[in-house]
């Protein structure tokens, strides 16, 4: 996931600066350091990336297939989501 790779940096060093002037122990900042750059980074892949044609573009993710009869696609299915509907 090229996209969740590219935003995790800038999103580990943005919280790391804020994390890193805490008094306390490193035993507390470093998980609070993975938990909120791993949840930021899931959000806004999600919310701002996967949802809209020009991001995944700029990202360089194909843009979502439509099926064949012109349904739209159905949640989840914008990714590569390999399980089967039922008909």
């Known amino acids: 996931m090229l ?13 790391a600066w804020i994390i890193v002037r805490w008094h306390t122990p490193i035993v507390v900042k470093y998980p609070a350091l993975v ?4 949840t ?10 996967r949802r809209y044609r ?3 573009l700029l990202f360089g993710m194909k843009p979502p297939q ?3 009869d012109g349904r739209p696609l159905p949640a989840g ?8 509907l039922p008909a």
């Open 3 to 15: 996209p969740f790779y590219l935003l995790h940096e800038p999103v580990i060093v943005a919280f």
């Open 35 to 38: 938990a909120a750059s791993f």
């Open 40 to 49: 930021a980074t899931l959000v806004i892949y999600e919310l701002a990336v």
């Open 54 to 56: 020009i991001t995944r």
């Open 66 to 68: 439509r099926p064949a």
């Open 77 to 84: 299915a914008a990714d590569g989501d390999v399980r089967r």
